[in-house]
Nanobody
Framework: QVQLVESGGGLVQAGGSLRLSCAAS????????MGWFRQAPGKERKFVAA????????YYSDSVKGRFTISRDNAKNTVYLQMNSLKPEDTAVYYC???????????????WGQGTQVTVSS
């Protein structure tokens, strides 16, 4: 089992920044990569960004490319999502997720955090 705890969400004005953190614990040796997803009210959960633990390869959705940066600290088993130039449409609950051997950045992701709310006001 891998436990994931997100933090760093909050309320910010459009154009502002936030940094989300996701701390992993438990059987983390089985995790090969992490992803951030978001779910807006009444909408499906969508991919935001992903990173591999080993070489740090990163992937982004088109909607956040150039504004968001995913990074990791292997020593702390923590992944970050730096969000800049935030827009009201970025408002959502943000989830981090872990994937195991045999998966790709597309998935499947088999462990999920509880989510953290990000609200961007106009």
């Amino acid at each position: 089992q891998v436990q994931l705890v997100e933090s760093g969400g909050g309320l910010v004005q459009a154009g502002g920044s936030l940094r989300l953190s996701c701390a992993a614990s438990g059987r983390t040796f089985g995790s090969v990569g992490m992803g951030w997803f978001r779910q807006a009210p009444g909408k499906e959960r969508k991919f935001v960004a992903a990173i591999s633990w080993s070489v740090g390869s990163t992937y982004y959705s088109d909607s956040v490319k150039g504004r968001f940066t995913i990074s990791r600290d292997n020593a702390k088993n923590t992944v970050y999502l730096q969000m800049n130039s935030l827009k009201p449409e970025d408002t959502a609950v943000y989830y981090c997720a872990s994937r195991s051997y045999g998966s790709t950045w597309l998935g499947p992701y088999n462990y999920w955090g509880q989510g953290t709310q990000v609200t961007v006001s106009s």
